[in-house]
């Protein structure tokens, strides 16, 4: 019988992970998985450099990410850094045309390029783009509506805000096809050519239903959606997220997100997910692994 030492139990633990994975590989072998990447993820040195080693193993092994990145802190630090007062309405960025520059100067330049430059580095082939280019993404002006005291609604206009309108992603579809990974800054272009700011969850949303993408993965900086006795709900279909909102249970900054995923699964997109990017690989640890971490959103049915 063959003496099993100390280091070689740890190679053959090491070797019994790849082999767990190995199902997953299989099943998702050119599938397409959109991943908007925020938060903490985007600014810690080490989740940065752990989301960039998680896209490009995902890409060697044969799946194609699409990733979507927001960028709301560093845009308000710039902008103060300019003499210029962040302002928000009901979370929504009031946008003029002076910020507008300022936001697309940030998200599409400094902060895409980062990423763009951080897969590259661990051996990715990232290509940097907006919603402007290619005409990925038509946007129109997004719409506020807040009620008074008196049960009145009003408008009000936030400026170059936007919401998408339609996804054109022949673009993604070329890049994907030659092993370019995309990472897509969340601007889009108007009727009349005007820039919009679009909320990254929903263009994450958008882009994975234009795709018909496998799945739609949300990074966040919680640990996924807690149920009314504060525990981590790990699965949920469509119809107990609608109960969890009418309760109020889900609420606040956590609404868009749900939304985009509800709109994803309507739209053809097969599973979401709400997952904590706080995490070192949190996205292998949700793709290859029975457990998963955070939330999963399916359509009802799905196992």
Known sequence: MIHITDQMEKLIEKANILIEALPYIRNFYGKTFVIKYGGAAQIEDELKNSFAQDIVLLNFIGIRPVIVHGGGPKISATMKMMGKEPAFVQGQRITDKETMDIVEMVLGGLINKEIVALINRHGGKAVGLSGKDGGLIKAKKKVVRKKSETGQVKLIDIGLVGEVEDVAPDILKALESDGFIPVISPIGAGGAGETYNINADYVASA????????????????????????????????????????????????????????????????KTYIIDGRVPHCLLLEIFTKEGIGTEIISKGQQ
């Open 207 to 270: 882009i994975a239903s234009a795709l018909q993408a496998e799945k739609l993965i949300l990074l966040t900086d919680v640990p996924g959606i807690k149920d009314s006795n504060e525990n981590i709900v790990s699965s949920v279909d469509k119809k107990g997220i609608g109960n969890m909102i009418d309760k109020a249970v889900i609420s606040g900054g956590m609404l868009p997100k749900v939304q985009a995923c509800l709109d994803a699964l309507e739209a053809g997109v097969k």
